[in-house]
């Protein structure tokens, strides 16, 4: 089983900055895709930013310039380095990990969501 734990999230003053990680633990044999989501009560969940292993990264136009996505392959650990930050980035943000399991099958893992608040 495969779990994954965010951290971060919390309350800023527009403008300002948060950091959030994601560390994926358990039956993993290797990490492939890892991404941000973030969903606003009433409204559906959006891709913020993915980066695939290689590195290779894509933003939503909403956060191009503000956000930085990276990741920390020995660590399994993905994060997003969110500056500049508007009272529209007020969401709860979600962490997805695709991964290979022992059985090389092709799988998926969300995490709990952290909020973020972002005062005007």
């Known amino acids: 089983q495969v779990q994954l734990v965010e951290s971060g999230g919390g309350l800023v003053h527009s403008g300002g900055s948060l950091r959030l990680s994601c560390v994926a633990s358990g039956s993993i044999f290797r990490v492939r895709t890892m991404a941000w989501y973030r969903q606003v009560p009433g409204k559906q969940r959006e891709l913020v930013a993915h980066?695939?292993?290689?590195?290779?990264?894509n933003y939503a136009d909403s956060v191009k310039g503000r956000f930085t996505i990276s990741r920390d392959n020995a660590k399994n650990t993905v994060y997003l380095q969110m500056n500049s930050l508007k009272p529209e980035d007020t969401a709860v943000y979600y962490c997805?990990?695709?991964?290979?399991?022992?059985?090389?099958?092709?799988?998926?893992?969300w995490g709990q969501g952290t909020l973020v608040t972002v005062s005007s």
């Open positions: 980066i695939a292993r290689g590195d290779s990264t």
């Open positions: 997805k990990v695709d991964y290979t399991d022992s059985g090389l099958r092709y799988l998926e893992v």
